[in-house]
């Protein structure tokens, strides 16, 4: 079997969505440059060497999105019960 075969068959990459408990926190999640936050967190082809900018603003709103996360674990953030955390 070919490489592209191979490539073809495996499953597509999960689709991150915003969690339920995240929306109150979706305005405060800045440089996104225009694009959607979930555009930018379920692009995985823009790298470093082929678009610079767009990578840039595809890790800044990583760092949030993981900053929010890891605040919610420890319940650091009003309303969000650590227990019961849904992920997406």
Do not use: F
């Not at 082929?50 to 949030?64: E, F, G, K, T």
């Amino acid at each position: 079997m070919s490489r592209k075969m191979a490539l073809r068959d495996e499953p597509a990459e999960k689709v991150w969505k915003m969690p339920r408990w995240m929306e109150p926190y979706r305005c405060l999640i800045g440089n996104t440059g225009g694009n959607t936050i979930e555009d930018l967190m379920n692009d995985h082809e823009t790298n470093g060497l082929n678009n610079s900018v767009l990578s840039a603003l595809i890790i800044s709103v990583d760092s949030q999105i993981t900053l929010l996360h890891r605040m919610a674990r420890k319940g650091m953030l009003p309303g969000v019960d650590p227990e019961t955390l849904e992920e997406s």
